[in-house]
């Protein structure tokens, strides 16, 4: 017997909701074998956080730890102050972690509609930066609140932390069939992240001499993911850059109900974490209306992360199934979770 010791955290918002229903597909996933999942859920978010002050203690860090790998729903409140969860939580959680492999897919499936009239044929994977750039909270404010106030967010790029995130989106350029790799920056006016990045770029393709590189700054690359993303194929960029691209990625692959994400520790020191690229979604939360398939396609990469691929296939190809006869009909979150367990257990 294989036993998974998944730490859950469904979070805030639709974050409980599309949870459930991930792990419905992940236990149809190993029904039958001779896999166990055990699943220990965390109190976290805004309940915790208006019960207790707490977004994530120590203790909390610790047992999650613990576990092979994290299931996490969403994290943001309305009642809560914007960044306390999301700093205080969610990227504590990738930073403590050392998730700095943000990897994010922009698959456009069979069947889903994309707002560009000719899409082409788009099949990429965003790898996003998850432990420096603008999100390490280097900065703050003087005069806060005066007419001379003076914020600052500082963007820290160290050569570790570019050259290890720069190393695995070769490698991943090189598993895959076209083998290309671009680099998304601005170094035109970041010119000393910039060509940190670029030079770094340089530096590891001669490591891995078979994976083409391009190079394109930011806004343009926001034309191109409009006009022609079939050109894409592996997209590394820094933290900022990756979180933008990757929802405007979601928007010409079916819509954030659809894109999935992985926070993985590649060196594996510490357990890596599966979420949908979308948020909390206030906005309909609570009503069954969220998608769950992106937390789907989610739990489908954790299995790939744990070394099951066969049962990672299996949840894709029910996504891929049910996308491709999804047309126009709505269903509730449960609806389509139950939909999607039920192909995956044939
Ligand atoms: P959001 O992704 O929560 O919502 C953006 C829009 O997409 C909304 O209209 C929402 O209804 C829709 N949407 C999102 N997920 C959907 C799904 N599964 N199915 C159908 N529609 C879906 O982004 P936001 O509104 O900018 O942020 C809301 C809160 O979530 C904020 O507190 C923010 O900080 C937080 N957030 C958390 C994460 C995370 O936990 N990883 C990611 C993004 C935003
Ligand atoms: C995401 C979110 C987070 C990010 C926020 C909520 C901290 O937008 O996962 O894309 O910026 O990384
Ligand atoms: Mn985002």
Redesign the pocket.
């Known amino acids: 017997t294989r036993n998974i010791d998944l730490a859950v955290v469904a979070?805030?918002?639709?974050?409980t909701e599309?949870v459930e229903q991930g792990l419905a597909i992940l236990d149809a996933a190993v029904a039958g074998s001779d896999i166990k999942v055990s699943t220990t859920e965390f109190d976290l978010g805004a309940r915790r956080w208006h019960a207790t002050g707490e977004t994530l203690t120590e203790t909390d860090l610790q047992r999650i730890r613990e576990h092979d790998a994290i299931l996490?729903?969403?994290?943001?409140?309305?009642t809560?102050p914007?960044?306390v969860?999301?700093r205080g939580l969610?990227l504590k959680l990738r930073f403590a972690l050392d998730h700095y492999v943000n990897l994010r897919p922009g698959k456009l499936y069979e069947g889903v509609t994309s707002p560009l009239a000719q899409p082409g044929d788009v099949d990429f994977v965003v790898v996003r930066e998850g432990t420096e750039g603008p999100y390490v909270g280097n900065g703050g404010s003087v005069r806060t609140g005066t007419p001379h106030e003076i914020a600052t967010e500082v963007s820290v790029n160290t050569a570790f932390g570019v050259e290890r995130v720069v190393r695995d989106a070769f490698a991943r350029a090189q598993a895959r069939p076209r083998q290309h790799l671009t680099l998304v920056h601005k170094h035109n006016v970041l010119v000393h992240a910039g060509h940190l990045w670029r030079r770094t770029v340089e530096a590891v393709n001669a490591d891995f001499p078979d994976v083409t590189t391009d190079y394109l700054h930011v806004d343009a690359a926001t034309i191109f993911l409009t006009t022609n993303p079939s050109r894409f194929d592996v997209i590394v960029t820094d933290n900022l850059f990756g979180d933008i691209l990757t929802?405007q990625a979601a928007a010409i692959t079916g819509?954030?109900?659809l894109a999935a994400?992985a926070n993985i520790n590649p060196d594996r020191t510490a357990p890596s974490m599966f979420?949908?690229?979308?948020?909390?979604?206030?906005?309909?939360a609570g009503q069954g209306?969220?998608?769950?398939?992106?937390?789907v396609l989610s739990v489908s990469l954790l299995l790939e992360h744990l070394g099951l691929a066969d049962e990672a296939r299996r949840v894709e190809a029910a996504v891929a199934a049910d996308l491709a006869g999804r047309g126009d009909t709505v269903r509730t979150t449960a609806e389509v979770g139950r939909d999607l367990a039920a192909r995956v257990a044939g």
């Open positions: 979070g805030d918002g639709i974050g599309v996490l729903g969403a994290i943001g409140d309305p809560v914007s960044g969860l999301e969610l929802d819509g954030i109900g994400s979420e949908p690229v979308h948020g909390s979604a206030p906005d309909i209306k969220a998608d769950p398939t992106a937390t």
